[in-house]
């Protein structure tokens, strides 16, 4: 027996990996959800918690019930499909969720570092309050760009443009009307900014 | 270029990981040397080997803890592992390969010298050594021929261990298949053989230059086999390479012109010239001057830490001209992008020149901990001896 007695200190290395493994494995009990691996290789839990995410967005029909000036002047534009909370951002603010299952113990170890995400602001119910809630308009000068920025991978017949170039840092609302941004009488253009020019 | 092609995703930081973790993997093959293949000549570097891979080991998932985004969702790549990950099963190999062969290893190695330090340091230094040696103080000799015994079966375990675990790292890119700068089989074991060529340099330089820093003399023995085998290990890796290029060259598939015209513009400098003359060729020059002619010891020294400084300058220019290489031209093949290093940033230069210098801190406060100088070594006989 003194092999086991000269090698005494490989079975102490040994039972430090066992326990090792242990705390692994309680840790993993504790921090893999319930969930896991219903379905699939996630989460099956979260299934229905994104499916219980309340909507955000009034809906085009719910802005045009007030603004039908504007919803008429739209639809004869290029931006006819471009629903209203696209550029305007979502105006509806439901009641805040209940029943959501318990964090687990790693989820609230990650929430301690990641922080979860703010609530929404309050113009968010300009839907529901829409004369004491006045939603901020779009700077369009960042808006418009996101769109229509130049760039090879967009199609040719996309309008595009180099803004600093096309505008020289004006916003684009100062020759284009948002709602209907063709350069027709309506929108009363400019002649330099009619000259800088720019793929229309 | 496409929107998403424009800014890199991966950043110096990438270069840095496949640097660090061949540094380990070409260390473990040197101290392998010794262990398995019984290469007396380069037994005062064993320790500092193993050493220098445990503190490049320890580093190595820093710059990728870096560049995550959510780096706090790492543990769940070991709780929720899917098989078909590479990168998990990865990470269950970092593990095994850092505890199971390296620390292990290394344990077995001192154990005489932790029993012994425990009963003659003081203070906190004492309660670590005691720690260190698991409650067991037998350094019976034959104990310590068990050991001498294990060690051999974990050092050859290791080797395939530092296989796959450098060999992952070009699996990755090698399995890319729709970046023809990567997809390539080759790159597995283009990868392990470079790592073996900046591991085995590594090592030979820090050995000189501790030598140097304690003020003995350099055992010319020693390197002259270690740069015997950097020499013969430099010439597969740069024939692999080569094959590699000539298969390319030869196949010329759609991807070829973009590819060319990347070589000979953006990439010029740091794969042509870095690369392959002055990191490739320049040391495989000197390393073979050295073989073939007679030359004075201090010659010979001096050559020898030209030609690894170089070589470890080529095989980071190597991983740098595969990660960074890789994502400057179009998946379309129709433009090009380029790659501005930030200095103080996340990803940045300061932080890469810290990563690359913490597995140096780290070495020291081992080598203070485990002095791994061959005048204080005294190994137990070596199995079958």
């Known amino acids: ?200 | 270029m496409y929107p998403n092609e424009v800014g890199l995703q991966w950043s110096v930081l990438i270069v840095l990981y496949p640097y660090i973790t061949g540094l380990v993997a070409g260390a473990f093959i040197l101290a392998s040397l010794v262990r398995i293949f019984r290469v007396e000549a380069i037994e005062p570097t064993y320790r500092l080997a193993l050493l220098t891979a445990l503190s490049f080991l320890l580093v190595a998932p820093l710059p990728l803890q870096l560049h995550l985004g959510h780096p706090e969702r790492s543990p769940e790549m070991y709780f929720t592992p899917h098989s078909t990950s590479a990168m998990a099963m990865f990470g269950y190999i970092y593990l095994w390969y850092l505890m199971a062969v390296l620390v292990f290893e290394i344990w077995l190695d001192y154990r005489r010298e932790i029993v012994l330090l425990s009963q003659s340091s003081k203070g906190l230094l004492r309660l670590a050594y005691k720690v260190m040696t698991l409650g067991s103080s037998n350094i019976s000799p034959r104990s310590l021929a068990i050991d001498s015994r294990v060690s051999w079966i974990v050092t050859l375990i290791g080797i395939p261990s530092a296989f796959l675990l450098h060999g992952y790292v070009g699996f990755i890119f090698g399995s890319i298949k729709a970046n023809p700068w990567w997809s390539s089989p080759l790159m597995p074991v283009v990868f392990i053989f470079s790592a073996m060529v900046s591991g085995i340099a590594g090592v030979m330089l820090l050995y000189m230059a501790t030598t140097k820093l304690r003020g003995l003399k350099i055992d010319i023995r020693c390197v002259d086999a270690i740069a015997m085998y950097l020499f013969y290990i430099f010439i597969i890796d740069f024939s692999l390479e080569m094959l590699d290029l000539v298969h390319r060259i030869y196949e010329a598939d759609e991807s070829f012109r973009s590819l060319n015209f990347l070589v000979h513009t953006q990439l010029y400098i740091p794969h042509i010239v870095i690369q392959i003359c002055l990191g490739t060729l320049t040391p495989l020059v000197l390393l073979f001057i050295t073989q073939v002619v007679k030359l004075p010891e201090i010659v010979r020294k001096r050559m020898y830490a030209v030609s690894g400084a170089l070589a470890l300058i080529g095989i980071f220019a190597m991983r740098w001209n595969v990660v960074i290489g890789g994502q400057l031209f179009s998946k379309s093949f129709l433009g090009y992008t380029t790659y501005k290093m930030a200095l103080v940033t996340k990803e940045g230069l300061l932080v890469a020149v810290f990563l690359t210098l913490l597995p140096l801190l780290f070495l020291w406060v081992l080598v203070k901990l485990l002095p791994p100088w061959p005048e204080n070594s005294a190994h137990a006989p070596a199995p079958g001896d």
Do not use: W
């Open chain 1, 1 to 200: 027996m003194s092999v086991f007695k000269d090698a005494g200190h490989l079975f102490r290395f040994a039972g430090l990996f066992v326990l090792a493994f242990l705390i692994f494995l309680v840790v993993r009990h504790y921090v893999v959800p319930k969930s896991f691996g219903q379905y699939g290789h996630y989460r099956a839990a979260a299934l229905g918690e994104i499916a219980a995410h309340p909507a955000k967005f009034a809906g085009h029909e719910t802005c045009e019930g007030c603004h039908s000036d504007v919803a008429d002047k739209k639809s004869k534009g290029k931006h006819a499909h471009v629903n209203c909370e696209a550029c305007h951002g979502a105006l509806f603010q439901p009641l805040p969720v209940t029943g959501q299952p318990k964090p687990n113990l790693y989820e609230r170890f990650v929430a301690l570092i990641v922080p979860p995400a703010p609530p929404d602001p309050l113009l968010l119910r300009h839907a529901e309050d829409p004369t004491s809630v006045k939603p901020v308009l779009p700077d369009t000068t960042v808006l418009c760009a996101r769109c229509h920025t130049a760039s090879t991978a967009k199609p040719k017949g996309f309008p595009q443009v180099v803004p600093a170039d096309h505008s020289n840092g004006m916003p684009c609302d100062t020759c284009h009307q948002p709602h209907s941004p063709g350069m027709d009488a309506a929108a009363a253009p400019d002649a330099t900014a009619k000259a800088a020019g720019g793929v229309k």
